[in-house]
């Protein structure tokens, strides 16, 4: 049978069910309307078919006709007869231990919402009995031990409420008084007794534990003290203030007393004056010397000085220097030394440069002028021919045809011979005139400073024959006086009156052309005339007790004749303050009224 023939065919005999009704599927909130139908299979009271599916209509059918178990254990019902669920209750709750309710349920299967149906409770209870008892005491046991160990204590039992029900009524313990042993008590207090006879002392006054007691102790203080006092006993007043100081600058003693007063027991012990030393400002001393200064110069000689200063607030110091100079020297100035040799000229055949070099010697500054010089050199010369000379003279003396010639010469010592030819003949005419020389040129010297040559030419004028001498003359000159630099003036005197100075030579370069002198115009030599060594450190005072005197010393070396100062130096050096005696103090009271009384 096909699935939808069959949901038809479950859907009629549905509604001929007379003992069932059917609703609309999509109203009755189940599954389907055939869930409330015995159908096919599921005839029986508690199953109904499964895989129920709705068609939206007011019908329905089934995929299949399997069943599926309700739950529980009831009748299928229709809610249209009022039924009682007829599913069983489960088992009874557990009873309390000490009595009290027990309960049980049950539950029916789904019902037509639609429909109001009275299935009845679906609880139950009941009262019950517990299994537990009553709880009631046991039997009180033994006083335990006295709290007290002497003397009156308490002791105490206890009971036990036992049982599972309910409480036990009074209480858990009971107390009793009890006594161990006699406690000791106090006897009566002693006569008060004094600790002294002369000044204060402490009043005692003693009492004893017992009185026929066995344990315990007695509270308290077994002695009770007071004050007393017999007297005034002999004891030093407080010491004076500080009299005046015995030195008026410097180191001194100053004193304090005090008063022995009293009228019973021993003397006072010690004395009733007493020393201090005491210091009035600060006796005036020379610092020592503070470290020497740079040097004036930052090359070369110069000078440099230290200082002193009087300290102190009172006295003066010893006539002496405040300040020291000497001399010193920073580095060596530099100076040119002298020139090397000229070196081999750089050609051997025509013109060439020789040089030469000088170093810039010293620790400072700087040398002026140029470290290098070059000049010009030819230690021979390459043959070239000279100039030409001018023509000669027509060989013609009279008018008509003739010949003159010009020659040149192959000049030098070195290098390749010159090529062409030393003489050249030309054709010319006689014009009967005998040659001669033109007028001479002017002077002309050739060099701008200092020695040099002069020159004048003239020239041998065409005509018959030739001009007898030569066209060139020459003679010295001389054009200003070139800077040169001349001989070292001798040194100076050393430059320093004590200690490590300078010697001084100087140049001078005249001249009123050309370059100027390369080099310094002084030079300077270091010198020494004697000098003083640091001062060693002061010596031990000369008194172990008192003034004395401390003395330091330096040596010289050199020639110290004209070194300001000397040798040593002394001061006023105090190591401690003799011992002497202050003015009497004012007599003390009388001790008694028969015995002289001392002074301290």
């Not at 040798?567 to 009224?593: D, F, I, L, M």
Request: net charge positive.
């Amino acid at each position: 049978m096909k699935g939808g023939a069959f949901a038809l065919a479950m859907c009629a005999l549905a509604h001929v069910a007379a003992s069932y009704s059917t609703q609309t599927c999509k109203n009755m909130g189940y599954k389907s309307a055939c869930d409330f139908g015995k159908i096919g299979s599921c005839s029986q009271c508690g199953y109904r078919l499964s895989n129920v599916k709705s068609t939206g209509s007011s019908c329905c059918f089934v995929t299949s006709d399997s069943c599926e178990k309700l739950p529980g254990d009831c009748t299928f019902w229709d809610c249209n007869v009022n039924s009682v669920c007829a599913y069983a209750y489960s088992t009874w709750s557990a009873c309390p231990l000490c009595g009290g309710t027990q309960h049980r349920t049950r539950s029916c299967p789904d019902r037509n919402p639609s429909k109001v149906c009275n299935f009845g409770s679906t609880s139950e209870s009941r009262s019950c009995g517990g299994a537990g008892s009553d709880k009631v005491w046991s039997p009180w046991g033994t006083y335990g031990a006295c709290s007290a160990s002497c003397g009156t204590g308490s002791k105490t039992r206890t009971r036990t409420c036992s049982g599972d029900c309910g409480s036990c009524s009074g209480a858990a313990s009971q107390s009793a008084s009890c006594t161990v042993g006699i406690p000791k008590v106090w006897s009566g207090w002693s006569t008060w007794s004094c600790s002294t006879t002369c000044g204060s002392g402490t009043l005692s006054s003693t009492r004893a534990c017992g009185g026929g007691g066995t344990c315990g102790s007695c509270p308290g203080s077994a002695i009770r003290t007071s004050t007393c006092s017999y007297g005034s006993p002999y004891s030093w007043t407080a010491w004076s203030l500080w009299g005046g100081c015995s030195a008026t600058c410097g180191a001194g003693t100053q004193s304090g007393t005090r008063v022995c007063v009293g009228n019973c027991g021993s003397s006072c012990a010690g004395y009733s004056i007493r020393y201090q030393t005491c210091t009035v400002g600060t006796p005036q001393a020379w610092s020592g010397w503070s470290g020497w200064s740079a040097c004036d110069n930052q090359c070369g000689a110069g000078n440099q000085t230290r200082a002193r200063s009087c300290a102190g607030t009172c006295g003066s110091c010893a006539p002496a220097p405040t300040s020291q100079t000497q001399a010193c020297s920073v580095g060596v100035p530099r100076s040119w030394a002298a020139w090397t040799a000229w070196t081999s000229c750089s050609s051997t055949c025509g013109a060439g440069t020789v040089q030469r070099t000088r170093a810039c010697v010293g620790t400072c500054s700087a040398c002026a002028g140029p470290s290098m010089e070059n000049k010009a050199c030819q230690l021979a010369t390459p043959h070239a021919w000279t100039a030409w000379t001018t023509w000669g003279s027509c060989s013609a003396c009279t008018v008509g045809p003739g010949a003159m010639n010009r020659t040149r010469t192959c000049a030098g010592t070195c290098g390749a011979v010159c090529t062409g030819v030393a003489l050249q003949t030309t054709n010319c005419t006689g014009n009967g005139r005998a040659a001669a020389w033109s007028a001479w040129s002017a002077w002309a010297c050739n060099t701008t400073c200092g020695a040099g040559v002069q020159t004048r030419t003239h020239v041998c004028e065409t005509g018959c024959g030739t001009c007898a001498g030569s066209s060139t003359a020459t003679k010295p000159c001389a054009v200003g006086l070139p800077y040169a630099w001349s001989t070292w003036a001798a040194y100076s005197t050393c430059n320093a009156s004590c200690g490590t100075g300078q010697y001084t030579r100087t140049r001078s370069c005249p001249g009123d052309c050309g370059p100027l002198c390369p080099g310094n115009s002084s030079q300077t030599s270091a010198c020494s005339i004697g000098s003083w060594t640091p001062w060693a450190a002061w010596s031990n005072c000369s008194a172990s007790c008192g003034p004395g005197t401390a003395t330091r010393l330096r040596t010289c070396t050199g020639d110290c004749a004209s070194c300001a100062g000397g040798p040593s130096e002394t001061h006023a050096c105090q190591k401690a303050v003799p011992v002497t005696w202050a003015t009497w103090g004012s007599w003390s009271r009388c001790a008694t009224c028969t015995v002289a009384s001392p002074r301290v």
